[in-house]
């Protein structure tokens, strides 16, 4: 008998009843739709069935209502064929439903296992595939569905031995049920399976492509080169979209940095790869993110000249005026690059031409610095001048002098830059190129009429800014001599003669000697170049200061010799070299300190608990000086007066004490007679007429005081010995 359902879409079904616990198709979406047995209540007809146990249901009551009414009439007999007609109405139907729903449980676990077995063999190609392209996430949704099916087949097979062992049908017909719903469920994992199997074996050539570009790479999957690079990176920078999608299903991640904190999105941009930029942008890379020095990808790309991946990245979103660490932005890179398209893009997108950034150096000033006259030219004909001062008043001239770009400073030069301008340090471009050991550049500027022998704040001239150092730039040193220098110039005092000895820069102390600076130059204080050189332990500079006539005896404003200054540091190298040229100098005397004494150099490395340069004199035969004397007897006077004063002290101590112990022993004596005298009288009290309480008080008294001034004879005895 057909009954009713109704479908997802709306649309009501009139379907057999024979259909029970098979699929059908919905006529107008068609969507397959699975028909378990109607419940009460859930359909729109009755079974055949149902109605049978429905009537049956009413013989059962009619049945009980007859037998109630048996004791008047024979009706009972009615009654009771009535009730067991119903009973085995109500068994067959029960029987029936039995075996309905144990057929509908084997038929779904027989669905369930072609399911299954369909699944599996989909996912074993998937596997296949895998394999052969060298990609393991090919299989994954596959192998995913075969599980999803097995479970499906498992959970039936359990429902299936539920309804062999139910005795009640509708019961069992509720779990063979559930069993189809199994079986539909294992049903649609094969059929995902089948899909994904197909997906797989469609992307396995292009899968298979990738693995290769990844055996041929350096690294692996998951690791990092010697910069930190992960193969995102590698692809990104070859502009292979493809394969970074592939990497990212194979676990690589979008957001690894290398260890300048580059992203993939910062290769694709320096390179110019807008198809790896536009890939990376669909998985939420940011368009602006920064590195290690604060740099986004539209830097990297304006540093490069990446036209069109700038203008990409601008019409993304990209921040143009975002400041790297060093508070330059990609106007300034670009203008370090010297990629004048590049400044003309980022000019109409609002880039400012003579923008300082953070740190303090305009466009103009990076074009100069590398030496690119084109960007140079371009930025002069868009209004920037020439002159343009940077942070500390510096122009482009200073900083192109400074990096020793000729055609540069030659072209700024051409164009009304002045050789003489200065800074905020008062230092032209001369300084610039001295101290950053660009002689060539030097050279340019006195072409151009640069004064070699200015001065800055602190009143140092090139000449010092290239020597005054601990490296000194020579080359700078020999052209600013072959161009006329002044080498009469001193430092705080010092001449760049004894910065050589400080340092140990012969070639500086031969090239100055060359040049009119003499070697036993002074300073205020008396301090010659071979001083400074002996209290540095600088050998081989005191070596070429001798060879040159320097004085080894002179001394300094308090008489010191370089033997003085050696041992003052604990110089032994310095103090041996003294002693081949003069072993007198190792006793040498110097002008007399605050208590009058003389020193020498074993006083010196004494004084400063240089143990080393001590150790040195003595096994040079030299232990002791006059100074040395002098405290020694000096520390004599003062021990023996120390024990004078402590034996007097002591001695006052030990009187005193002798005199508190003679006190006591009179203070005793007195005790003892003042005791004897009361004794007396309490005997005086014994001997003549009393009472018996005065006779005991009297006893008791001359025991007590007897025993007391016994004690005191004691401790007076005591106190007579100790003395």
């Not at 989909?122 to 895998?130: L, P």
Request: glycine residues 8%; contains cysteine; aromatic residues 4%.
């Amino acid at each position: 008998m057909p009954f009713q359902i109704k479908c997802p879409c709306g649309k009501t079904l009139s379907v057999a009843d024979k259909l029970i616990g098979k699929k059908i198709k919905c006529p107008g979406c068609k969507a397959e739709l699975f028909l378990a047995a109607p419940m009460d209540g859930h359909s729109s007809a009755m079974s055949r069935q149902d109605r049978i146990l429905l009537w049956s249901m009413i013989g059962f009551l009619a049945g009980l209502f007859l037998l109630f009414l048996y004791l008047a009439k024979a009706w009972w007999l009615l009654g009771a064929i009535a009730l067991s007609a119903s009973g085995t109405a109500w068994f067959w139907i029960n029987a029936k439903k039995l075996k309905l729903a144990r057929k509908t449980a084997e038929e779904a676990v027989e669905r369930a296992k072609r399911a299954a077995r369909k699944a599996l063999e989909c996912s074993s190609r998937a596997e296949a595939a895998a394999m052969d392209a060298e990609a393991a996430h090919l299989a994954g949704d596959a192998m995913a569905a075969a599980q999803e099916a097995e479970r499906a087949l498992a959970a039936a097979q359990g429902l299936a031995e539920a309804v062999a062992k139910e005795k009640i049908g509708q019961r069992a017909l509720a779990c063979a049920q559930s069993a189809a719903g199994l079986a539909a469920e294992a049903e649609d994992a094969a059929e995902t399976a089948e899909t994904e199997t197909n997906t797989a074996e469609k992307n396995a050539p292009k899968e298979k492509e990738i693995s290769a570009w990844i055996r041929i790479q350096p690294i692996s999957v998951g690791q990092r080169g010697q910069e930190g690079e992960s193969l995102m990176h590698l692809a990104a920078r070859e502009n292979r979209a493809d394969v970074m999608a592939g990497l990212e299903q194979r676990g690589e991640s979008l957001a690894a940095v290398d260890r300048d904190g580059w992203s993939a999105m910062h290769y694709a941009a320096h390179k110019g790869h807008v198809e790896a930029m536009a890939w990376l942008r669909n998985r939420d890379a940011g368009v602006d993110a920064v590195d290690q020095k604060g740099l986004t990808p539209l830097h990297r790309a304006a540093r490069s000249g990446r036209l069109e991946a700038a203008a990409w990245l601008l019409d993304h979103g990209a921040d143009i005026g975002a400041l790297g660490a060093a508070g330059r932005r990609a106007i300034h890179m670009a203008a370090a690059g010297g990629h004048v398209e590049m400044m003309d893009l980022l000019q109409a997108r609002g880039a400012s031409l003579d923008d300082p950034g953070k740190a303090g150096t305009t466009p103009m000033h990076e074009a100069a610095a590398d030496g690119h006259i084109e960007a140079m030219e371009w930025l002069r004909k868009n209004g920037v001048d020439v002159g343009i001062s940077a942070e500390k008043g510096a122009t482009p001239l200073h900083w192109a002098s400074g990096c020793g770009k000729a055609e540069a400073m030659e072209w700024l030069l051409d164009h009304g830059a002045n050789a003489n301008t200065r800074d905020s340090e008062w230092q032209t471009p001369v300084f610039w190129a001295a101290a950053n050991d660009q002689a060539e550049a030097i050279t340019i500027l006195k072409n151009r009429g640069a004064d070699l022998n200015t001065e800055d704040k602190n009143g140092y001239t090139p000449l010092i800014a290239a020597v005054a150092r601990e490296s000194p730039h020579i080359r700078v040193m020999r052209r600013l001599a072959e161009l006329g220098a002044n080498f009469d110039v001193k430092v705080e005092g010092q001449s760049l003669m004894h910065f050589a000895a400080i340092y140990g820069h012969i070639e500086v102390a031969s090239c100055l000697a060359e040049n009119g600076v003499g070697v036993d130059i002074q300073t205020s204080t008396g301090m010659r170049p071979l001083h400074l050189a002996a209290q540095n332990n600088q050998v081989e500079m005191m070596k070429w200061l001798l060879d040159h006539h320097g004085d080894i005896r002179a001394g300094d404003r308090n008489g010191w010799t370089p033997a003085h200054h050696a041992a003052s540091k604990g110089c032994i190298q310095a103090l041996a070299l003294l002693k081949e040229h003069d072993a007198d100098l190792l006793v040498a005397k110097a002008n007399p300190g605050k208590n009058g004494a003389t020193l020498e150099p074993l006083d010196l490395a004494n004084g400063e608990g240089n143990e080393a340069a001590i150790r040195w004199f003595r096994e040079q035969g030299i232990s002791t000086t006059a100074l040395m004397e002098s405290q020694r007897e000096a520390e004599e006077k003062l021990r023996l007066a120390e024990r004078a004063r402590r034996e007097e002290k002591e001695e006052r101590e030990k009187q005193e004490a002798k005199a508190k112990k003679m006190a006591l022993i009179e203070e005793k004596k007195a005790e003892i007679a003042k005791n004897k005298e009361i004794i007396a009288r309490y005997k005086k009290i014994l001997s003549g007429p009393r009472s018996e309480f005065q006779d005991m008080v009297a006893k008791q008294a001359v025991e007590t005081l007897t025993k007391k001034e016994i004690r005191e004879e004691r401790e007076l005895n005591e106190l007579m010995r100790s003395l």
